[in-house]
């Protein structure tokens, strides 16, 4: 049974909304597209208009930034979503149809492009990689591409052989049509495709598809297994069980009224992030009275 819980906790089998209170901001970003956060508790957000990328604490405090517009390693052209491990960061370089592997402290070390020959298992022919706009990474280092332009996931290894591709018509009933983000659970890869999310395992093989009945913009998952899916202009709850979405909530955030540019939302250790286009906001758990 596959079971996700969508920023809700259950207790002795009754659902409680968690509530938020705003605590503050940091960052001034023109056009933030997305965040990750690390095991460490590094923070980092990638900005498509500025095209660069940023490492923050905990606490706000600018500890990195590197980027530019460019097509040499380190610059970019429209940053489309960032994802860090406890070793890498992975950043989907969509315009010039690669993603850039850095270090934790932001070196570079490597990246994956359409001009690469890159060695197949999946086949002889080499693979372009067009316009990733998503990017995760496994905890057995297998890096998952999302390509929007031929609609797959291209999965490869950390030596850059590709391991599987799937989620194109050859998927049958799992071909994805809009699909935008991907996150990575502890036993599935979920794709986000408008208002469905699809899940397959970690091989490919589909799981399932769950209607949302909304569009939705963009998904995270913590630790244990709690997941947030947001619009442009709220967070919202549910349970996702045997491929039936239920009890959907707005997820409660008090202090701030938001202004139809969110981007992502995440909680990390009883702390919600929410990141706008233009800054990142804080909201501390409220505790029980």
């Known amino acids: 049974m596959y079971k996700f819980i969508l920023a809700l906790i259950i207790l002795s089998g009754v ?13 001034k970003f023109s056009k933030a597209m997305s965040f990750s956060v690390n095991p ?22 600018l500890l990195k ?40 402290d932001l070196n570079f070390i490597s990246s994956l492009t359409r001009t690469n020959n890159l060695v197949t298992q999946a086949g002889s022919d080499p693979v372009n990689i067009v316009s990733p706009v998503s990017c995760v990474c496994s905890p057995m280092e297998e890096i998952f591409i999302l390509d929007s332009e031929n609609k797959e996931v291209l999965k490869f290894n950390f030596s850059g052989n590709l391991i599987a591709r799937f989620g194109s018509c050859q998927s049958g009933s799992y071909a994805l049509s809009y699909p935008s983000k991907l996150l990575i659970t502890q036993n599935s890869l979920i794709v986000l495709d408008k208002t ?26 913590t630790s244990d297994n709690v997941i947030i899916l947001n619009s442009r202009e709220k967070l919202m709850t549910a349970d996702l069980i045997n491929g039936v979405l239920s009890s959907r909530n707005n997820l409660n955030c008090y202090g701030y009224e938001f202004e ?18 233009n800054q990142m906001l804080i909201f501390n758990k409220k505790k029980a009275e």
């Open 196 to 221: 469905e999310l699809i899940i397959f395992d970690y091989y490919g093989n589909g799981i399932t598809r769950v209607k949302l009945n909304e569009a939705t913009d963009n998904l995270s998952v």
């Open 40 to 61: 460490a508790g590094n923070i980092y957000i990638c900005d498509a208009d500025n095209n660069e990328i940023y490492k923050y604490d905990l606490s706000g405090k």
């Open 65 to 104: 930034s590197i980027g530019g517009y460019g097509t040499e390693a380190s610059y970019f052209d429209y940053l489309a979503d960032i994802h860090s491990t406890a070793l890498h960061v992975f950043v989907a370089d969509k315009n010039n149809n690669r993603v850039q592997i850095f270090d934790k």
């Open 15 to 27: 659902k409680i909304a968690q509530i938020y209170e705003f605590a503050g901001e940091f960052g």
């Open 260 to 277: 139809k540019n969110i981007t992502k939302g995440m909680i990390y250790k009883d702390r919600l992030y929410v990141l706008t286009e």
